[in-house]
């Protein structure tokens, strides 16, 4: 007789994660005891990584700036190694949004490791191994979605694949994630929205996924249950030009890290599996691209495990989503759902029409989602028909 396996799961997180308003000022002596010369990652502008730039002058670290402009790809992957090499700097750091913190996870991988970044790439690169840990990196976000400041891939776009794809490995885990929920004070609404809205997919899709463990339980619950309490008000209040909250923008800091430690440890489902190859297509801005996919994702799935699994355990954790983001114990699935539509709908999401996707791409894109890394740990495997219901419900107007 066979006997079933006992539980079993792995965490990884960086050696250090500090949270706490107004914590970034430790970024300049955190980075003189790691290195001499830091290479700063930042987004396209210097202003929300100056006081950052100005602790690690205060340390006598050297600094030299590399801007993401956009979403990176394997080229900006190369121009960040190249940067850092012509300075010789022995330390990244990296303070922005997803986009800057994953080129800077991949650039500090990199001249670690050498080579190419499609060496190490999955789906479109060979995909070898990284064998050493990267160079020393800080993770600092400015924005409060991704989570990639406690995860252990950074993603990378291939236009000449139309598609994004991850270097991951666990010693690309950040040396120190400095989570400051100051440095989120005068981010447009629709940034609030869009990274909100991506933290909030991050915490559901790892709750519901095939690979949930306790510990990823326990940040999924906490997380889910900040966001939904805050990220409403915290988008109204940009919207009216008031400063967020203090208490809000701690509630969208905390529950954007808990989501990126809860997809590193367990994974995530279909609105990720479809979110890459869209990124790689379009251009439209990751965190917007999930906040319209969680929705119809949510719907199908629900729709799916009950034609298919009726007793599935996934179908209880829809149960306690509807609770948690409600607030009500008795909420029903259909509660939830209604819940994150409202949500979606206050927070002004725009269908992925917005971004130049037409249903005439739904085809390609559904070949590409299947076999998305992402998709794995979606709590049923979805048919195309599935698949192409979800595509074409993230759509909205205009499609």
């Known amino acids: 007789m066979s006997v079933a396996p006992g539980l079993a799961f792995e965490l990884a997180a960086p050696a250090r994660i500090v949270f706490g308003a107004g914590c970034a000022r430790e970024a300049g002596a955190i980075a003189a005891g790691l290195g001499r010369c830091a290479l700063v990652v930042t987004g396209k502008s210097l202003d929300r990584a100056g006081a950052v730039l100005e602790t690690l002058a205060a340390e006598g670290v050297g600094a030299t700036t590399f801007s993401v402009a956009a979403e990176p790809t394997v080229a900006t992957a190369r121009t960040g190694v190249a940067a850092a090499r012509a300075a010789s700097c022995d330390v990244v750091v990296a303070c922005g949004g997803g986009s800057t913190i994953d080129a800077g996870k991949a650039i500090a991988a990199l001249l670690a490791n050498g080579g190419d970044p499609l060496d190490y790439l999955e789906v479109v690169g060979r995909g070898q191994p990284l064998t050493r840990r990267s160079l020393p990196f800080i993770a600092i976000p400015t924005t409060a979605g991704t989570g990639s400041e406690v995860t252990k891939n950074a993603v990378l776009g291939s236009p000449e694949h139309g598609v994004k794809a991850s270097l991951r490995s666990p010693l690309m885990l950040p040396s120190v994630a400095l989570v400051d929920p100051d440095l989120l004070v005068g981010l447009p609404a629709d940034v609030i929205a869009s990274s909100g809205l991506d933290a909030l997919s991050q915490l559901i899709e790892p709750f519901v996924c095939s690979r949930a463990n306790p510990l990823t339980d326990g940040f999924a619950r906490e997380g889910i249950r900040r966001s939904a309490s805050a990220l409403r008000r915290a988008y109204t209040a940009a919207r009216l030009g008031v400063v967020v909250a203090p208490a809000d923008r701690e509630a969208l800091a905390l529950a954007s890290l808990l989501g990126g430690l809860s997809l590193a440890n367990a994974g995530l489902g279909a609105v990720h599996g479809f979110a890459a190859p869209i990124g790689g297509i379009f251009d439209a801005?990751?965190?917007?691209?999930?906040?319209?996919?969680?929705?119809?994702?949510?719907?199908?799935?629900?729709?799916?495990?009950?034609?298919?699994?009726?007793?599935?355990?996934?179908?209880?954790?829809?149960?306690?989503?509807a609770a948690l983001v409600s607030g009500q114990p008795s909420a029903t699935i259909e509660d939830g759902l209604e819940?994150?539509?409202?949500?979606?709908?206050?927070?002004?999401?725009?269908?992925?029409?917005?971004?130049?996707?037409?249903?005439?791409?739904?085809?390609a894109l559904v070949a590409k989602a299947r076999v998305a890394s992402s998709m794995k740990g979606n709590p049923i495997a979805l048919t195309d028909a599935e698949l192409t219901q979800i595509a074409i419900r993230a759509l909205g107007d205009g499609a």
Do not use: F
């Open 285 to 321: 801005p990751h965190g917007a691209v999930c906040a319209a996919l969680l929705g119809p994702v949510m719907q199908i799935n629900v729709t799916a495990l009950r034609a298919r699994d009726p007793d599935s355990a996934a179908l209880a954790r829809y149960r306690e989503v």
């Open 339 to 363: 819940w994150v539509a409202a949500l979606c709908r206050a927070l002004d999401v725009p269908g992925l029409a917005r971004y130049g996707m037409r249903e005439s791409d739904v085809v």
